[in-house]
């Protein structure tokens, strides 16, 4: 049985026992897999692409400022079995957005074409890094030249839609720009790395992360109800994070706004206080900043 048959196997499981079962089975079978070539690689496990470029309406926003940029989507939060956005709050995983874009729209149709995909992806990561660090490499050298090719600058976010750490790969292309959104307090930005901190709640521990994010010259991301954006930009030290994902391009400002319409999932985010009306807003900024 391949991968791909596993991960339909694992969406349609109720029970975790043999949701369990299931993973034992991929750790097994990915045990001694060796990469070959990309080609192989996405022949073997049934995938078009690893990581794509420009592959979402916030990605493609790069575009005006003549940047193509690759971005790798896992299955976030534990979709695949395992905690790959170890520092998410329940309200972040309530609201994740993993379920938007070409997904939701796919989830409306009742397909899971992209899920399972996803969860594969997911699967490589988790049990074989060493895999998922060699087809990105392979991917990054391709990307990279198809956009200088073009006349385009080149960048890439390797945590779409989860907080991993891929040092090893930042590490070996020291001249392309990364960067990413993190609510790992203990993540290092590199030269060729940036961070932005990104909120999860109000908790004492995590004011102490903002502060600590602050200090070392990253911003803090705040997901924001669509109606209250206007009202947030007005405030000191914010700016709009919705113009585009290039985040290593910010220059000014400490509190970046990303506007969230609510669906019934963004819902439950602001029953939770992950995304923050204006007085939810106010009141972080302050705990924040005494």
Not at 188 to 208: D, G, V, W
Not at 259 to 271: C, I, P, R, Y
């Amino acid at each position: 049985m391949n991968i791909k048959e596993l991960a339909k196997n694992y969406l349609k499981e109720p029970l975790p026992v043999k949701r369990f079962g299931i993973l034992l089975q991929v750790e097994q079978t990915l045990a001694n897999y060796s990469f070959k070539s990309r080609g192989k690689f996405l022949k073997d496990f049934e995938i078009s692409y690893y990581a794509s470029v420009n592959s979402s309406q916030k990605i493609e926003k790069g575009k005006k400022d003549n940047f193509d940029t690759l971005v790798l989507y896992l299955s976030a939060s534990k979709n695949a079995g395992k905690d790959l956005c170890t520092y998410a709050s329940t309200g972040c995983r309530l609201a994740c957005l993993v379920e938007s874009g070409h997904r939701l729209i796919e989830k409306r149709s009742g397909k899971d074409k992209i899920n399972i995909a996803r969860i594969v992806k997911s699967w490589i990561a988790i049990y074989r890094p060493d895999l998922a660090e060699s087809v990105l490499t392979a991917e990054i050298k391709l990307a990279k030249k198809r956009a200088h090719k073009n006349g385009n600058k080149f960048a890439v976010r390797l945590n779409g839609t989860s907080d991993l750490d891929f040092s090893n790969v930042y590490n070996s292309f020291p001249d392309v720009q990364f960067y990413d959104y993190t609510k790992d307090p203990n993540r290092i930005e590199l030269p060729n790395y940036h961070l932005t901190f990104s909120y999860a709640n109000n908790a004492k521990s995590r004011i102490k992360h903002y502060k600590q994010a602050l200090k070392r010259g990253q911003s803090i991301a705040f997901p924001v109800v669509s109606t209250d954006v206007d009202q947030a930009l007005s405030l000191s030290d914010t700016y709009d994070m919705d113009t585009t994902d290039l985040r290593f391009l910010d220059r000014s400002g400490k509190y970046g706004i990303l506007k969230a319409k609510l669906t019934e999932d963004l819902q439950n985010g602001v029953d939770k206080g992950f995304i923050l009306t204006i007085d939810k807003l106010k009141q972080v900024i302050e705990l924040i900043e005494n």
